[in-house]
């Protein structure tokens, strides 16, 4: 059996549908989505399978205009895994068409795509009309050599089938680069963070805190069945650990109680779950933070 395995980036503007269509490919809730944009912040991988390829998606930070010094490290850590890796996938949405964001990818991409296998995925086909859809088409082409072109609905699954199998038979034949029995719970520490994370977005909206991050530190399997997973939620601010914690810790009772209800039917077992809230100071300024964001995920991994 020819086996093929590959990494494949997932590149487009903020809200562009990375995520979902990450967690359509992989079949799990692995990342985020909300409607707030720029909510990806972690390097997010889904390893999925199809037929004897294992495809592992890089789900990037949005591309956007560096303000801070982490958003300049988000974009270059956007880029640096659409240059490692083996294919390419530009999402750009349908109804907005090409903005200046997909504008200024094309021109990134110019600069990176010296051999680089750049696939276009139109998402949201389910907005628009199909003559839209016909323009926009041809507009994209015209202005960058893809290689293939996709109209999908990542929400809806039109068309991601047929972008599942063109990807898997394009990888490089060789070893998976994750073992079978590893890829259910390779990023199950990972799933669990972000579960956190998203009920954290969605009790505190406005007030979360930009720079924080939710580690999963301990992952206890109980001989009763049950698990017992305690979590670190970092914040850059003693100030900031009150708006997570809530008046007489309200919120984070409600936050962990949320973020538990949905492990336990993820993990169809009962979970304990065990929040604690710390403050970690200049973590932007740590290179290992970077380099956790950034898209250097051979390293150890694999
Ligand atoms: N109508 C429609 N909405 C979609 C589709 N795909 C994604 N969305 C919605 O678009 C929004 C953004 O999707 P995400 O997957 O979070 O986008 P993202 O590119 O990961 O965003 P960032 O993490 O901020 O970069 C969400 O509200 C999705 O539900 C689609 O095919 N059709």
Request: charged share 30%; glycine share 8%; with cysteine.
């Amino acid at each position: 059996m020819t086996t093929r395995a590959g990494f494949v980036a997932l590149i487009g503007e903020p809200n562009a549908g990375k995520s979902t269509l990450t967690n359509r490919m992989v079949g799990a809730k692995v990342s985020i989505v909300t409607h707030k944009v720029q909510t990806t912040r972690a390097r997010i991988r889904g390893v999925a399978l199809e037929g004897d390829s294992q495809i592992v998606f890089v789900d990037t930070p949005g591309l956007f205009k560096p303000r801070r010094r982490l958003d300049r490290a988000m974009v270059a850590a956007a880029w640096g895994g659409a240059a490692d890796a083996d294919i390419v996938v530009l999402l750009v949405e349908a109804h907005r068409g090409v903005t200046e964001g997909v504008e200024r990818i094309l021109e990134g991409l110019e600069e990176i795509g010296q051999g680089r296998r750049v696939a276009l995925a139109i998402n949201k086909i389910d907005r628009v009309k199909s003559d839209v859809l016909l323009a926009l088409t041809e507009d994209l082409n015209a202005r960058y050599g893809f290689e293939e072109t996709f109209m999908i609905s990542a929400e809806k699954g039109y068309g991601c089938d047929d972008l599942k199998k063109w990807l898997a038979t394009q990888l490089p034949e060789g070893p998976w680069l994750y073992p079978e029995d590893q890829i259910a719970d390779l990023p199950l520490r990972m799933i669990a963070a972000e579960m956190t994370r998203e009920k954290l977005t969605l009790r505190l909206h406005q007030e979360l805190p930009y720079q924080l991050t939710v580690e999963t530190e301990n992952w206890e399997e109980r001989k009763d069945g049950t698990a017992r997973i305690d979590q670190v939620v970092y914040v850059a601010r003693d100030g900031h650990k009150g708006i997570v914690l809530g008046n007489k810790g309200e919120s984070i009772k409600a936050i962990s109680k949320a973020a538990r209800e949905e492990l336990e039917e993820f993990l169809g077992r009962r979970v304990h779950l065990f929040l604690q809230v710390k403050v970690r100071e200049k973590w932007l300024e740590e290179a290992a933070r970077y380099s956790e964001m950034g898209l250097d995920f051979r390293d150890g991994n694999s």
